[in-house]
């Protein structure tokens, strides 16, 4: 089993810049392909980010390309979401996920272990 604990949201104007880090327990953290989903008030959790088990391969949605950036650092069994360029639309509550299929999944379902989430809030 593991446990996930996010961190590093906060209040940030738009154009600004958040690290949000995801410490894992348990010795198995690079068994697991790791995940960043987010719901805003009133919508459904939706996918941001994916890295796979070694780091090598990342996957985005549309909406955060070129502006968001996955990593993990399986010695901290930490994993990242360098968020830049943030825009008032990006608020919400995100929460990081654990995923033992190597199956490159968007649907928030396949994932195995949540964390507790964290506030991101931008304002305009």
């Known amino acids: 089993q593991v446990q996930l604990v996010e961190s590093g949201g906060g209040l940030v104007q738009a154009g600004g810049s958040l690290r949000l880090s995801c410490a894992a327990s348990?010795?198995?953290?690079?068994?697991?392909?790791m995940g960043w989903f987010r719901q805003a008030p009133g919508k459904e959790r939706e996918f941001v980010a994916r890295?796979?088990?070694?780091?090598?391969?990342?996957y985005y949605a549309d909406s955060v390309k070129g502006r968001f950036t996955i990593s993990r650092d399986n010695d901290k069994n930490t994993v990242y979401l360098q968020m830049n360029s943030l825009k008032p639309e990006d608020t919400a509550v995100y929460y990081c996920?654990?995923?033992?299929?190597?199956?490159?999944?968007?649907?928030?379902?396949?994932?195995?272990?949540w964390g507790q989430g964290t506030q991101v809030t931008v304002s305009s």
């Open positions: 348990g010795r198995t953290f690079s068994s697991y392909a």
């Open positions: 996920a654990a995923d033992q299929s190597v199956v490159v999944d968007q649907d928030a379902s396949r994932y195995d272990y």
């Open positions: 890295i796979n088990r070694r780091g090598g391969r990342t």
